[in-house]
């Protein structure tokens, strides 16, 4: 029974996606070789494949460097959600004034802003890890301010413990609105990749992944530049992974069904 | 001891402001409970039970009136952690395991881990539950989270216990069960509690005085002492004494379902 539903499982959820990559992989790889495409304009996908193999420990180290700024904007933005929220939740108004702010922030191009980032602190690392945290901060406080604003029969319950500030955040509030934080993960984690990529394009480390694919399409190495784009998508499912994993340790205090 | 006030009402009404108007819930509730006595609350639903609970529990306040807990005001009372709520769903946090929820009183009182896992440890004995410490509420049956609640109640070693329905979702078997071990406990902790309920043979076989409330808005309308031998057990549904004093609190109580709604 259970054997067979994990079938299903993999079936029905697993299946579509890849059916409809294989079919998009099929019509890319015919369309160069029927057309004849030059592999300076657009190579097939068994050639990017081969380059993305062959440059394997070169695109690794480009992506763990992406990877890393990526994360710490990602961890800094969390944090600082957490911080801010966790000091305006009890009160409604503040916390509906920065929910406004955010909510705008977050509709904005953010990446846009990047080269205000570099005139304080220079093209690299530090730029990047500014630009992501300005650009996840609004989307991830967003979730953390619905998770804390969260009520429950358990407020009444430590109010008749006469719990204080910190009890009620640790024990109540915080564990409470970690559905919400998994959400907000979920939202931010693929979007600071992007903004990472997108800001080392426009001026970044030289051993990342942004920063090579520009220079690898400024040289008209076509082929080196989706190998590193291959690798970016491999990141991203990387990323995506992790979350779902934190997202699995996090629900084991429901029951499986739920 | 004897002249101690476990609880006490004086004046107390309390007025909701709801979109459709106010709402009177309790209507002048006078009370006077000794300390250790074991009184039960029974009405209508929607009477304001629950609220003049929550009242007592300073978890609201009254709109007139005011209300002591072992001796002291409602506030001061909950602030000096001198009762303990019991609700009635088990209200459980689900992230904690069953040893960590029974704690947490303990841990909000700033004792040390060591201390309160060994108060927990008794008291999850004391309810039954020992190999459940590690187990999350989602994995026991309702019965046993209310147990835990109770639990968790008593780490605190509080001087009243305010119990708002708190078998109320058990099946029949399962409550009669956990009355019994309700009356095990005070045997040897002699709290003063407040319990409200909707069940009749529970309310007499668990109290000492039975106090009857009127459809809304609540008053209370019968003050019964009752009259059974003591330490309860299952004997004492078979006396004489406990079918009369169920069919007095039925007639009150149709009483109740017949009075006037202002
Ligand atoms: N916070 C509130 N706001 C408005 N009305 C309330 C509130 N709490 C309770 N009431 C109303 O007060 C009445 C008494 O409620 P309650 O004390 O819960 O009754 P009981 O516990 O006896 O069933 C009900 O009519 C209920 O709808
Ligand atoms: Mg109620």
């Not at chain 1, 480009?62 to 700024?69: G, Q």
């Not at chain 1, 992501?132 to 029969?153: H, K, N």
């Not at chain 2, 009259?227 to 609190?249: G, Y």
Request: one cysteine or more; charged letters at 20%; proline letters at 5%.
């Amino acid at each position: 029974m259970k054997k067979e539903s994990k079938l299903i499982f993999w079936v029905t959820r697993l299946a579509p996606p890849i059916l409809t990559f294989s079919v998009f992989i099929a019509i890319w790889e015919s369309y160069v070789y029927f057309k004849d495409i030059s592999v300076i304009l657009l190579p097939s996908p068994h050639k990017v494949a081969g380059e993305f193999v062959s440059n394997f420990w070169q695109l690794n180290k480009f992506a763990r460097n992406t990877l890393f700024e990526a994360a710490i904007g990602l961890f800094a933005a969390t944090l600082l959600s957490l911080v801010i929220a966790g000091s305006t939740y009890s009160s409604r108004k503040l916390s509906g004034i920065l929910e406004n702010y955010s909510a705008l922030a977050k509709a904005l191009p953010t990446v846009a802003i990047y080269p205000i980032c570099t005139v304080f602190f220079g093209i690299g690392t530090k730029a990047i890890v500014a630009i992501v945290t300005i650009g996840i901060f609004p989307i991830m406080f967003l979730y953390v301010l619905r998770g804390f604003a969260g009520v429950s029969e358990h407020d009444a319950l430590m109010e008749s413990l006469s719990a204080g500030k910190k009890h009620r955040f640790v024990d109540l509030v915080l564990p409470r609105s970690v559905s919400y934080l998994m959400a907000g993960l979920r939202a931010s984690a693929p979007t600071a990749i992007i903004i990472t990529i997108v800001a080392e394009y426009f001026g970044g480390e030289v051993r990342t992944l942004g920063a090579y694919i520009r220079r690898e399409s400024s040289n008209l190495h076509t082929l080196e530049m989706w190998g590193a784009i291959l690798a970016a998508c491999v990141l991203g499912l990387a990323v995506f992974g992790c979350v779902s994993l934190i997202d699995r340790y996090f629900s084991k205090w429901r029951p499986a069904s739920d | 001891m004897s002249n101690e006030i476990g609880l006490e009402a004086i004046g107390v009404s309390k007025i909701f402001d709801t979109p459709t108007g106010t709402l009177l819930a309790v209507d002048d509730v006078n009370l006077k409970v000794p300390a250790g006595e074991f009184i039960s609350v029974i009405g209508p639903s929607g009477c304001g039970k629950s609220t003049l609970l929550r009242m007592f529990a300073d978890l609201d306040s009254p709109t007139t009136g005011s209300l002591n807990v072992a001796n002291l005001p409602s506030s001061e009372a909950r602030i000096q952690r001198k009762y303990a709520f019991v609700f009635q769903a088990p209200t459980l946090l689900p992230w904690k395991s069953v040893l960590k929820n029974v704690a947490l009183p303990l841990k909000i009182m700033g004792k040390g881990k060591e201390e309160r896992e060994k108060v927990a440890k008794e008291m999850i004995h004391l309810v039954g539950l020992e190999g459940f410490e590690n187990r999350l509420p989602w994995q026991l049956s309702g019965g046993m989270q209310q147990r835990v609640s109770i639990a968790r109640a008593l780490t605190v070693r509080p001087p009243v216990l305010l119990m708002d329905e708190p078998f109320g979702a058990l099946d029949e078997i399962t409550r009669d069960r956990m009355n019994q071990e309700l009356v095990n406990l005070r045997a040897t902790q002699h709290q003063t509690v407040m319990f409200i309920t909707h069940s009749i043979s529970e309310a007499v076989f668990l109290s000492d005085r039975v106090v009857v409330m009127s459809a809304r808005p609540g008053r209370i309308i019968a003050d019964i002492e009752i009259d059974l031998p003591e330490p309860r057990t299952a004997e004492s549904r078979l006396h004489p004494n406990f079918s009369a004093h169920v069919t007095a609190i039925r007639g009150y109580l149709v009483d109740a379902y017949n009075a006037p709604q202002k």
